[in-house]
């Protein structure tokens, strides 16, 4: 029988923080409460009903070893194009928040924060600004050579574009050094 294919909606998580959540999601993603109560709250930044949302009970805690312990890494959200990664990285930065690390995936560009509990938020750009051909660069030795990517300093690469590099001399910048980080980040995989 053929596999009819589902369409990926939404992410819930446990949290004994609902407002901060809320707040933090609201400022991040544009997102805009559909429901909430004192232990609930349901978001979503586009046409879908939902697409985060939190749900607490009041014995639900923090873990501290979250980073080495089974659980998602993050979730990841697309924007249209470079700029306006680099816009909203601005606007956050402005709001005082910031990416814990970020990467050249070359399949995607990418800004990763972390919310009020640890989760990381992947904020990134397709880095051929096309599913079809940035897929097809995860079938190629380059990918297979460093799939997890290069490290870049967003602050770098922010000049960058408000001096008017367009996306690919950007990358050329970071494919060869100029704009790594001061410290390799660590990526919360492991203690
Ligand atoms: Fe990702």
Not at 32 to 51: G, I, K, L, S
Not at 65 to 70: A, G, L, R, T
Not at 124 to 134: A, E, I, V
Request: aromatic share 12%; hydrophobic share 35%; glycine share 6%.
């Amino acid at each position: 029988m053929t596999t009819i294919r589902p369409v990926l909606h939404h992410v819930t998580m446990r949290t004994s923080r609902v407002s901060e959540m809320v707040n933090w999601y609201s400022t991040v993603l544009g997102a805009h409460v559909m429901f909430r109560n004192e232990r609930a709250a349901w978001m979503t930044n586009d046409e879908a009903n939902h697409r985060v949302a939190f749900l607490s009970a009041p014995d639900i805690t923090d873990d501290p070893q979250k980073h080495s312990h089974n659980a998602m890494h993050h979730s990841a959200f697309e924007y249209d194009s470079f700029g306006d990664l680099m816009e909203s990285y601005k606007r956050l930065k402005d709001e005082k928040i910031e990416p814990s690390f970020c990467l050249d995936h070359q399949m995607t560009f990418s800004l990763y924060y972390k919310d009020p509990e640890g989760n990381y938020v992947e904020l990134q750009t397709d880095g051929s600004y096309d599913w079809k051909k940035s897929g097809a660069f995860m079938s190629t030795p380059a990918f297979a050579a460093n799939p997890v990517g290069i490290f870049f300093d967003p602050d770098k690469v922010y000049e960058a574009h408000r001096s008017g590099m367009d996306f690919d001399a950007v990358r050329d910048l970071v494919r060869s050094g100029a704009f790594a980080p001061q410290h390799t980040p660590s990526i919360g995989l492991g203690a």
